[in-house]
């Protein structure tokens, strides 16, 4: 069973109740007494995950910021760090030897 939170108009009141789905909403505060009682909805966050979603159906958690995505994809990585250099020399020598 759901839980719900109500809240009373009059004084304030806020409390949580276990209710089926096909309950009527309570309308009587139990502390004033008084027909003031409303559902307090709060937002169902939705995350979508998985292979089977597309990229665009969920927002990623940084702020999109067109105009600076064009420079982070010119960047390149530093090759010297992660040997990129010596991954070109044999196939440099490979090629001498094959000629």
Known sequence: ?????YECK???HRFEIFQSFSADALDTCPECREIALRKVLFPAGVVFKGSGFYVTDSRSSQPSTSGKKKESGDRK??????GGAS???????GSKTDG
């Open 10 to 12: 009059q004084c304030g």
């Open 1 to 5: 069973m759901p839980t719900y939170v």
């Open 77 to 82: 990585p530093d090759s010297s760090s992660n």
């Open 87 to 93: 991954k070109k020399e044999p196939a440099k020598a």
